[in-house]
């Protein structure tokens, strides 16, 4: 097991929204729970049971067709690209990626003001899907040997939510005139739970 730190970039999200995430317990919710009305309890159950292989290739590779079902939740990492014809290694960041989703309306196709979260998740080192607590390294190509035209996302995959205690800071990005991404806010958690403990690390008695 190893911890992971990520980043998560989101459009449009008002203040109250953003300090929901921070404090509110559940943190980054799946997309088919950010739909629930207020005071509705999460169903747990019907989660639990769509963490299947198939349905995390779906997430990956389907995200339009399966966005309003999907338990998983796409988070950044970042990743490097190995080019053999330049015998080059480019590495791809997180944020850059947690940027392009966190100030584009995909809806609307064009840039808009957003935040990108920066949290851990806990990650296996062999696959294991239908764990939930448990995060799959999408980017990790010893695991997903097939083709994937979004490996350069450098994708770690959360189930059901990443909660508040994992999530350090929120930042507000907006595109200036030229669409590049300024930094605007910055909102520090206070209840984050820092990963330390889960290390592999004891002081002396």
């Known amino acids: 097991m190893m911890v992971q730190w990520c980043c998560k ?59 309003a079902e999907t338990p998983f939740i796409s988070l950044a990492a970042g990743c490097v690209e190995r080019r053999v014809s330049t015998r080059t290694n480019v590495t791809h960041p997180a944020l850059r990626t947690a940027l392009q989703f966190a100030t584009t309306d995909f809806a609307a196709g064009q840039r808009c003001a957003g935040w990108v979260f920066r949290c851990y998740v806990v990650m296996g080192m062999n696959p294991a899907v239908g764990v939930p607590g448990v995060a799959e390294e999408i980017r990790e190509l010893n695991h997903g040997r097939a083709y994937s035209g979004w490996y350069l996302q450098g994708e770690v995959t959360a189930k059901i939510n990443v909660p508040s205690v994992q999530i350090y800071l929120a930042e507000r990005y907006e595109p200036d005139d030229e669409g590049v991404p300024r930094l605007t806010a910055a909102v520090t958690n206070p209840g984050f739970v820092h990963p330390a403990p889960l290390l592999n690390s004891r002081g002396m008695l």
């Open 9 to 67: 970039g989101i459009a449009k999200l008002g203040a109250d929204r953003v300090r929901s995430i921070l404090t509110g317990g559940a943190g980054i919710r799946c997309h088919r729970w950010t739909k629930l009305p207020s005071g509705v309890a999460f169903p747990i159950g019907p989660a639990l049971r769509d963490l299947t292989e198939d349905n995390l290739d779906r997430h990956v590779h389907d995200y339009a067709g399966f966005r």
